[in-house]
């Protein structure tokens, strides 16, 4: 009787439609990820053993420059201390992060102009287009016209430079005795009475739905108010008192529930 000969297939696969499914999930995850966004001066955050994490939405960051750790500089401490803002809104909300930075730049203008008469600032339409698109800045009131003026290239050249006077929003230990805010704290108030005003008046919007009520609510809530959502980011060498000088100001605000961002301290960290 003879042998049966089984046939031999081929051992190749064909992998078409598992390259198909790669370049969909790729692209699940390319529109679904948020970046991390280009900040001005690297800062290594201090350790510790806390495991709550960072809100990605309707957070308010105040980053604080370390000293410089190149070596280039003869006095590194000079660019120590340097105050930028960034404000993250939530995508899914009827107030984005672009529309949330034009009312608070309107609010903070008006606030600094009311505060200097005599010197207000005036900015055009095309220049407040390009704040709404600035995630992180820092800088005075007084150069914001001229910053917000440059091309994307130049404007991040500049805040790059912390030997430039002009970068980082002006602070001091002012306690309001004169009546009238420094730059940091009229962003402060501005950040607040925006979020205070959304909440007043859109919140009952009746074009509004439950859950975009909902993100309104947490907007003022849970980000605003008494300072929630507010967090400083500082180098773990910054002294505590350039740190301490934000927080001072954060409480002269009356703004006093706000975080310190830190990095997971490791199991083989030492304790301090």
């Known amino acids: 009787m003879g042998k049966v000969k089984i046939k031999r297939k081929s051992t190749l ?4 439609a598992m390259s198909d499914v790669t370049v969909l999930l790729l692209t699940f995850f390319m ?3 948020t970046f991390l966004q280009k900040e001005p001066t690297i800062v290594y955050t201090p350790s510790s053993v806390s495991e709550e994490k960072v809100p990605m939405n309707n957070l308010v960051t105040v980053l604080v420059s370390s000293a410089d750790k190149s070596g280039k500089l003869e006095d590194p401490a000079t660019v120590e201390g340097k105050l930028f803002i960034s404000f993250t809104g939530d995508a899914d909300s009827v107030f984005s992060s672009e529309k949330i930075r034009g009312m608070m730049l309107d609010e903070a203008v008006a606030i600094y102009n009311e505060q200097h008469k005599n010197n207000p600032i005036a900015l055009n339409a095309a220049q407040k287009a ?4 600035t995630n992180m800045f820092g800088t005075s009131f007084a150069h914001l016209p001229d910053l917000l003026s440059m091309s994307v290239t ?13 970068v980082g929003i002006p602070i001091n230990d002012n306690k ?11 962003w402060l108030k501005a950040i607040y009475n925006v979020a205070q005003r959304i909440n007043n008046e859109q919140r009952e919007d009746p074009s509004l739905t439950e859950e975009q009520r909902a993100n309104i609510s947490n907007l003022y809530t849970a980000l605003m108010r008494k300072g929630q959502g507010i967090a400083i980011k500082a180098d773990k060498d910054t002294p505590f008192t350039t740190v301490q000088l934000v927080f001072d100001n954060l409480q002269t605000m009356k703004l006093n529930k706000f975080s ?4 997971l301290k490791s199991e083989d960290e030492p304790t301090q």
Request: no cysteine.
């Open 260 to 263: 310190l961002m830190t990095a």
């Open 31 to 33: 529109l679904t990820s």
């Open 13 to 16: 696969i064909d992998m078409t």
């Open 176 to 186: 309001n005795r004169d009546g009238r805010l420094n730059d940091f704290q009229i």
């Open 154 to 166: 130049e404007r991040d050249k500049e805040q790059g430079d912390l030997t430039n006077a002009a």
């Open 130 to 133: 390009a704040f709404r698109q």
